[in-house]
């Protein structure tokens, strides 16, 4: 039977790519640091099995007879040479057939992104991969945004007046799913973004209207990052996060593409179908 390794499992898109995997044809397993907590997070039905990206030691045992790997990199490690790539080599080592990479929108323009350099050494080592190079995901708002939205009714973020592709984790987890059990998706890259692109100020319109309460957008970048250092997030984390909100101002994030759609044969969730569903979370 097929086995699935998925990192970054108790992520947004990791838990939903567990949540889709379980109800199909293959032994699905959960890269995790610390298997006790993530059980909390995942309940106890999901197999669980201790990795660590920088713990050479673990490697082994979690790559075991592995078919295919979802891998996510974890935020806070940025030098690929160092803490991805023995990971990497241990998994060619072990016969990983496939990975299907969670990537980052222009990538491939990009080398001084870390996504663009995980791409670069996957296909280096010569492994069948998949790239999902994708968009903002919406959930962002509903996770390191959250404080800001509920208690303040703020949307603050540094984008400025730009367009942004938002998608859904849901429907990334879901293409993830295809592309892992699916035959036909190695050695493609796919451009994952939502059916419309809209500024922040629009976004804020949006929850407005969904909440009934007032929700402003703030694209301060003084204020953006003393409220991300307020809330002890690393400078690292911080900055990663002002290059891609500044990508947005600059245009760069408002693409469109077919690739979603074409993938799931269905339009891609919209940014109120999300905030609807989520809402409780601003509440």
């Not at 669980?48 to 673990?58: E, H, I, K, L, S």
Request: glycine fraction near 6%; charged fraction near 20%; hydrophobic fraction near 45%.
């Amino acid at each position: 039977m097929l086995k699935i390794l998925v990192t970054g499992a108790t992520g947004n898109v990791g838990q939903e790519v567990l949540r889709l995997l379980q109800s199909q044809d293959c032994n699905v397993c959960a890269a995790v640091r610390n298997p006790n907590s993530a059980k909390q997070i995942l309940g106890s039905n999901i197999q669980t099995v201790p990795f660590d990206f920088t713990n050479p030691d673990a490697f082994d045992r979690a790559f075991l007879q592995v078919n295919k790997l979802f891998l996510v990199r974890p935020p806070d490690l940025a030098n690929i040479r160092l803490q991805i790539a023995p990971s990497l080599n241990a998994a060619k080592l072990a016969g990983v057939e496939h990975i299907v990479f969670l990537s980052i929108l222009g990538a491939e323009h990009n080398r001084f992104l870390p996504h663009s350099k995980i791409e670069r050494y996957i296909n280096q080592l010569g492994i069948r991969a998949t790239f999902l190079r994708a968009s903002f995901f919406m959930q962002n708002l509903n996770t390191i945004h959250t404080e800001d939205i509920k208690v303040r009714g703020e949307l603050l973020l540094p984008a400025g007046n730009g367009k942004t592709s938002f998608i859904d984790v849901r429907d990334v987890a879901a293409v993830a799913v295809r592309t892992l059990i699916e035959d036909g998706h190695q050695g493609k890259a796919y451009a994952l973004t939502g059916a419309e692109a809209l500024t922040y100020y629009e976004v804020a319109d949006i929850f407005t209207s969904v909440l009934g309460k007032r929700v402003r957008y703030n694209p301060s970048l003084l204020n953006f990052v003393r409220q991300m250092r307020s809330k002890r997030l690393p400078i690292g984390f911080i900055l990663v996060m002002v290059a891609i909100y500044t990508s947005a101002r600059l245009g760069l994030a408002g693409k469109i593409t077919p690739d979603t759609e074409q993938l799931l044969n269905r339009s891609p969730l919209t940014i109120r179908q999300y905030i609807e569903d989520y809402r409780q979370f601003w509440l």
